[in-house]
């Protein structure tokens, strides 16, 4: 049903099922149109018709692993159009690609980010927060997670206050030594970089955080995700030991977590619309928000390249390939490889698992490739918190039920939440998911 491309919800056109300004999104069906809300479900919302924010109306289509798609009522029928307010289609509904970059193969990719992470180095408390997770200093080391810095406007307008002040090159300087190092002129398809045609030069997007590598089956990496630490975003002070912003004469505080509030000496966790989210792909791309209202895609930064969702696979030459667990987040997936000595997949989202069954020119997926390094088990680790959250448990089961569906050998992961939600929070504390054969 689905053609490929979809356009989120955003800030100015939330989903208007449940308000959210990210995750849902619209993608042209047969006849119109549709809307996936990937919150309903979780919601509990229950599969009817409903009225939308907008004051439209929402037909109920299908609920598809936990997504539930809906259909504006009017679109297709001139009797309910009145009613159905404007009649217009809510997006348009061609769109058109201006200038698009397509990322550079892997192989050069590889090249590039091995570049760029050698040039950074890992701050002191990116350091101890991966040691309070359980990392050794041999994962660190081998894991080649750096610490990426704060965007240059945010560096030299004092955004980040003394103590988290970045040690590493700023991010044009870091564009500047790449190029430098390997005897290029430009960082075209490079997902992250892009060309400031004001000053003649290459430079970086990216939030500051941990850079962490996805690595493709090969071993290469292909691409950067970025888990951020938050700042750059607002010009902090230190306060009560902590980065601290003012907003709304509120005294906001941030962490690895995000932003707090302090109350009675205990941190209390806000959201906040700019600081939502963990991880974020490294990508330099951002469309033009008036074109694309006018159905054209045109990337706001020059030459930049968008990076798009990727599994990644960690995987060492003594790990036993019998069995291959199948994780979501780079940082869990990568620990759980140290930890396991098994091969791991880390999905971006438990619900982009479909990028597992994805074939390439060659008619295979990454499982067969995983098949053909010697696995013969898949099994599913999602976060513990399934019997709670209904859309992790849909995607789980979804998941399992996929893997069987196209003959590969799946099994099911358990532990009680008590030892921590996720795999990686288990293994920390010592602890083994008991594995359940379908
Ligand atoms: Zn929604």
Redesign the pocket.
């Given at each position: 049903m689905a053609q490929g491309i979809f356009i989120n919800?955003t800030k100015t056109a939330p989903?208007p099922?449940?308000?959210?300004t990210d995750?849902?999104s619209w993608f042209q069906g047969d006849r119109g149109y549709l809307?996936s809300?990937?919150?309903?479900c979780r919601d509990m919302y229950n599969k009817q018709d409903l009225c939308g924010r907008d004051g439209k109306m929402y037909r109920f289509i299908s609920d598809k692993n936990c997504q539930y798609i809906y259909e504006e009522a009017g679109q297709h029928d001139a009797g309910r159009r009145k009613y159905a307010g404007a009649g217009k289609p809510p997006v348009p509904r061609k769109i058109k690609y201006v200038d698009r970059v397509e990322p550079a193969e892997d192989g050069i990719l590889d090249v590039v980010y091995r570049s760029l992470l050698s040039k950074l180095v890992l701050e002191d408390r990116h350091y101890e927060y991966l040691r309070k997770e359980g990392w050794t200093d041999g994962m660190i080391r081998e894991s080649m997670i750096k610490s990426f810095p704060e965007n240059d406007y945010a560096r030299s307008n004092g955004y980040v206050p003394k103590p988290y002040k970045s040690s590493n090159p700023t991010h044009m300087q870091l564009a500047g030594d790449i190029l430098d190092e390997l005897g290029i002129s430009s960082l075209k398809g490079v997902p992250g970089a892009y060309y400031k045609p004001d000053i003649d030069a290459w430079t970086f997007t990216g939030c500051s955080g941990l850079a962490m590598p996805v690595y493709n089956v090969d071993g290469q990496i292909k691409r950067l995700r970025i888990r951020m630490d938050y700042m750059g975003i607002k010009k902090c002070c230190m306060k009560n030991g902590f980065p601290s912003f003012k907003e709304n004469g509120e005294d906001i505080y941030l962490d690895m977590s995000g932003p707090f509030l302090i109350k009675d000496g205990a941190k209390e966790r806000i959201k906040l619309e700019s600081f939502s989210g963990k991880v974020r792909p490294f990508q330099s791309f951002y469309a033009d928000t008036a074109l694309k209202e006018k159905g054209i895609i045109k990337n706001t930064y020059m030459y930049g390249c968008e990076s798009k969702n990727h599994c990644s696979i960690y995987c060492n030459s003594g790990n036993n390939m019998e069995l291959c667990i199948i994780t979501e987040g780079e940082k869990k997936g990568q620990y759980s490889n140290f930890k396991l000595n098994v091969p791991v997949i880390s999905l971006p989202g438990v619900n982009s698992y479909m990028l597992l069954f994805e074939k390439d020119g060659s008619g295979r997926c990454l499982l067969d490739y995983m098949a053909g390094k010697g696995v013969r088990i898949f099994a599913v680790a999602f976060d513990a918190d399934r019997n709670t959250n209904a859309a992790v448990m849909a995607y789980y089961n979804a998941l399992l039920d996929r893997l069987v569906e196209n003959g590969y050998a799946a099994a099911g992961t358990e532990w009680s939440m008590e030892l921590g939600k996720g795999l990686d929070d288990l293994l920390a504390k010592g602890g083994f998911p008991q594995f359940i054969m379908l």
């Open positions: 919800c989903c099922i449940c308000g959210g995750w849902c809307l809300c990937k919150r309903a």
